[in-house]
């Protein structure tokens, strides 16, 4: 939830002009935020196998809610915004959709990345540096491939080695490299530029003041080292907050329209001549965009209309479940 809400914050930020604290802050933010949000699906996709029921889940949890929100957002974009020239609707995802279709790669590569054991992340790392050389950039392939090391990075780590990022030493140290990273967020443009840190862009589009491979690979391991910084340091004990976390993919998916429909109103242009008090009231609403979005009475209507095929086979499950448990009943009235 934390992670997803961050997303929202970031997108967000894109409202407001550049320069000064908000370059620090969304330099900061990128440099972990996503890292750290590819590492947990992958994660949590560390079980994934090529059984039917495994992959009809793809297609119907990540697919069909691809095809739907990627209309639906450009649409909006369209007839709401004035917005135009939109190509290659679904084979060139629109604005924060890359993340299906990526996810939907990733997990098919998982069963083959679990049986590399050892070499598993120095594979990904590899892929990931050869990534920024590939012209070809449908479905944004590039970021499917620069963001690798942080998916296997999650698919290959244990409940066990994430249980030792609770040690109270990891957790001061944690402190100590998130304190780093802000300070060293503060002199990317330096040497380099925020775009490398979509990991969407060829190396030949790119400017850094060492070599690409080089800059992208201090990229991996600070964002890494980051994310593992950030998931040491957020509470384990669950809550509301935590709970909100299972509607992640409807945050995701839904934000953008809030984000886009705030930057038709005219608030970028408010933002330019006020521009300490826009950046607080931006992360702030961003916050609570995230939160009502994930709130038990919205999350469960948004699902439906984003996700409609595991919305109906949960009811059909539902009723199948209460007609075996009322026919069990009535089995029971009946004498011997």
């Avoid at 002009?17 to 990128?30: I, S, T």
């Avoid at 392939?141 to 698919?155: K, S």
């Avoid at 038990?296 to 539902?318: G, H, K, M, S, V």
Wanted: proline letters at 6%; a positive charge; aromatic letters at 14%.
């Amino acid at each position: 939830m934390l992670l997803v809400a961050l997303v929202v914050v970031g997108h967000s930020l894109t409202l407001l002009p550049w320069g000064g604290f908000h370059d620090h802050l969304y330099d900061f933010l990128y440099l972990w935020h996503m890292p750290a949000f590819v590492l947990v699906t992958g994660y949590l996709s560390r079980n994934f196998s090529y059984s039917p029921r495994r992959l009809w889940g793809l297609v119907r949890g990540l697919l069909i809610p691809y095809v739907l929100v990627e209309a639906a957002l450009v649409a909006f974009r369209e007839i709401v915004g004035g917005e135009r020239h939109f190509h290659h609707l679904w084979i060139a995802p629109h604005w924060p959709l890359w993340y299906l279709p990526a996810t939907f790669c990733w997990r098919l590569a998982t069963p083959l990345f679990r049986r590399l054991g050892m070499l598993a992340l120095p594979v990904a790392v590899a892929i990931s540096l050869v990534g920024g050389f590939v012209e070809w950039d449908y479905l944004d392939v590039r970021r499917i491939l620069g963001f690798l090391p942080f998916f296997v990075l999650g698919v290959v780590a244990t409940p066990e080695a994430t249980e030792r990022l609770r040690a109270v030493p990891v957790r001061v140290a944690a402190v100590a490299v998130l304190a780093g990273v802000w300070l060293w967020a503060g002199s990317l443009g330096d040497w380099a530029q925020t775009r490398w840190l979509y990991y969407s862009w060829t190396y030949a589009n790119l400017h850094s003041s060492l070599s690409p491979e080089l800059t992208r690979g201090v990229l991996l391991a600070v964002g890494t080292a980051a994310a593992l910084a950030v998931l040491a340091l957020v509470p384990s004990r669950g809550g509301w907050f935590s709970r909100m976390g299972a509607a992640s993919l409807v945050v995701y998916l839904c934000h953008g329209f809030v984000v886009k429909g705030v930057s038709y109103t005219g608030f970028p242009d408010w933002a330019a001549d006020h521009v300490t008090l826009s950046l607080w009231v931006t992360v702030a609403a961003a916050i609570v965009v995230a939160l009502l979005l994930a709130s038990p009475w919205l999350a469960p209507r948004l699902e439906r209309a984003i996700d409609p095929l595991t919305y109906a086979e949960n009811r059909f499950d539902r009723a199948r479940d209460l007609h075996v448990h009322a026919d069990g009943l009535e089995r029971e009235k009946v004498p011997a």
